[in-house]
């Protein structure tokens, strides 16, 4: 079966640095996903892992460690325009020629002044 | 980049009628579209996945028979919601994944479906 953890909400100020975990287990493990979701929009893609150690994009940055079955989204120089849901999604390799990705239920992040 | 659409945007039927969704991939050939229902605060849940051509595979507990999926080319996968009914009232994403990458999945806007 598919599990994916994620804190329900966070709250960060503006300027600061805030880290959103995601810890999983999974069947098969293909790659993590981030992505980012404003109210009534659809997920938007920040970044992809599928080997240990940390991506940088930007103020954007992903860690993952497979040992672990975890991984965080880092943050950095908050804007209020940040403010949104991020999901952690894991890809399935057992699913088959689709590669199946499931979603966590998300964080909601509020940047606050 | 990779651009999804779908249409509409949003609805608004009555109870017992049939509402289709399209997706679309308008600039590149999707090889297989995902179909999601995302519930008010909750995340995205997969319905059913289609490859162009063949039928879809629906996940467990999704009605094949109530959620009409048909993936007749490589640039169009529709959704039909049949005999809808208020607790299908739900936001509908389409994502599609490229012949040239696997690897990410191209997300449309969304369809906001209110079933009265």
């Known amino acids: 079966g598919q599990n994916i953890d994620q804190p329900t909400e966070m709250t960060a100020t503006e300027g600061a640095i805030v880290q959103i975990n995601c810890t999983y287990q999974?069947?098969?493990?293909?790659?993590l996903f981030w992505y980012q979701q404003h109210a009534g929009e659809a997920p938007t893609f920040l970044s992809y892992?599928?080997?240990?150690g940390l991506e940088e994009k930007g103020r954007f940055s992903s860690f993952l460690s497979r040992s672990k079955g975890y991984s965080y989204l880092l943050l950095k120089e908050l804007q209020m325009k940040d403010s949104a849901s991020y999901l952690c999604?894991?890809?399935?390799?057992?699913?088959?020629?689709?590669?199946?990705?499931?979603f966590g239920t998300g964080t909601k992040l509020q940047v606050i002044p | 980049g990779a651009v999804v659409s779908q249409h509409p945007s949003w609805v608004i039927c009555k109870s017992g009628t049939s509402v289709k969704i399209e997706c679309r991939s308008l600039?590149?050939?999707?090889?297989?579209m995902f179909w999601y229902r995302q519930f008010p605060k909750q995340s995205l849940m997969l319905m059913a996945t289609?490859?162009?051509?063949?039928?879809?595979?629906?996940e467990q507990g999704v009605e094949k028979d109530k959620f009409l999926i048909n993936h007749a080319s490589l640039t169009l996968s529709t959704l039909t919601v049949t005999s809808a009914h208020p607790e299908d009232s739900s936001f509908y994403i389409c994502?599609?994944?490229?012949?040239?990458?696997?690897?990410?999945?191209?997300f449309g806007p969304g369809t906001r479906l209110t079933v009265t």
């Open positions: 994502s599609a994944t490229s012949r040239d990458s696997s690897l990410e999945q191209y």
């Open positions: 999974t069947s098969g493990f293909n790659g």
């Open positions: 892992n599928v080997l240990d």
């Open positions: 999604a894991v890809r399935d390799p057992n699913s088959g020629g689709y590669q199946k990705v499931t």
């Open positions: 600039d590149f050939q999707a090889t297989t």
């Open positions: 289609s490859n162009e051509g063949s039928k879809a595979t629906y």
